[in-house]
T-cell receptor, first 115, second 110 residues
Framework: GAVVSQHPSWVICKSGTSVKIECRSLDFQATTMFWYRQFPKQSLMLMATSNEGSKATYEQGVEKDKFLINHASLTLSTLTVTSAHPEDSSFYIC???????????FGPGTRLTVT | KQEVTQIPAALSVPEGENLVLNCSFTDSAIYNLQWFRQDPGKGLTSLLLIQSSQREQTSGRLNASLDKSSGRSTLYIAASQPGDSATYLCAVGTGNQFYFGTGTSLTVIP
């Protein structure tokens, strides 16, 4: 199988603070991971593509200085929401693809609430 | 940019019915297409993956088809059960990027 984990599963933080979310591929190596956000009753929107050992590629409209992505190893990518505001409250999901089929495996998601 | 649309947005059926969910995409140059299920407040569960060279995939009561030239995919669910109630998402892969559809919220009534 291919398992992707995320930590934490939910977090509440105060406005102005920073929050780090981890995404790990548990039983395979992932050179590329993806970060999505999902607002209530909406679909997933790709935020950025995280490449091991290099800078992330951000989608148009996503502030790279606000959403810091680090992919330091083949099994770990982190998303840090800096100076969080209530409008950053959302469900953040990461994914990784394994092998040549490019099938994506998703983490369970992290619910962020900024008060 | 790839745009993915799912119709209908919501569907309610009595238990036991067969049903079809539709997914359409604007750019036929895809690598694969994947169907997911999402329960409220949860992450995504992969249901079926169809490579661009394939026409369909089956898993249990689920059958997904792909017509790349017309930009369409369907997910067929046979003999629906209340446990099938969830949001179903299709996603089109272009190699290193995935574009998600808007989702179909399915309710199966006992």
């Amino acid at each position: 199988g291919a398992v992707v984990s995320q930590h934490p599963s939910w977090v509440i933080c105060k406005s102005g603070t920073s929050v780090k979310i981890e995404c790990r591929s548990l039983d395979f190596q992932a050179t590329t991971m993806f970060w999505y956000r999902q607002f209530p009753k909406q679909s997933l929107m790709l935020m950025a593509t995280s490449n091991e050992g290099s800078k992330a590629t951000y989608e148009q409209g996503v502030e790279k200085d606000k959403f810091l992505i680090n992919h330091a190893s083949l099994t770990l990518s982190t998303l840090t929401v800096t100076s969080a505001h209530p409008e950053d409250s959302s469900f953040y999901i990461c994914s990784a693809h394994k092998g040549e089929t490019y099938e994506q495996y998703f983490g369970p998601g992290t619910r962020l609430t900024v008060t | 940019k790839q745009e993915v649309t799912q119709i209908p947005a919501a569907l309610s059926v009595p238990e036991g019915e067969n049903l079809v969910l539709n997914c359409s995409f604007t750019d036929s140059a895809i690598y694969n297409l994947q169907w997911f299920r999402q329960d409220p407040g949860k992450g995504l569960t992969s249901l079926l993956l169809i490579q661009s060279s394939q026409r369909e995939q089956t898993s249990g009561r689920l059958n997904a088809s792909l017509d790349k030239s017309s930009g369409r995919s369907t997910l067929y669910i046979a003999a629906s059960q209340p446990g099938d109630s969830a949001t179903y998402l299709c996603a089109v892969g272009t190699g290193n990027q995935f574009y998600f559809g808007t989702g179909t919220s399915l309710t199966v009534i006992p």
